[in-house]
């Protein structure tokens, strides 16, 4: 494991475990509440990104989101455009 190790990759990773086991309650028939994974993901989005990888990882985050609740069109082409611009 890399000594410097950012903020925002350690929240990442944190983020990402807690995303796999939720889904994986989800595929067994629990329903774990989203509260505190919703609480994960608004830190990770509000951490500073240390490069553009970050900010596309942030990107596609928000696409699924958008995308999940129904977005408006307009909103989810926009984030794609923002993230093939990156």
Known sequence: MNEATSL?????????????AFMQAMNEGRYPSTDALCKEQDALINTPADSLA???????????????VGGEDDS???????????
């Open 76 to 86: 989810l082409a926009l984030l794609r455009r923002a993230l093939v611009a990156l």
């Open 8 to 20: 925002f990759d350690a929240r990442r990773r944190h983020y990402e475990a807690s995303s796999s």
């Open 54 to 68: 970050d900010v596309a990882y942030k990107l596609e985050i928000s696409i699924g989101e958008v995308d999940e």
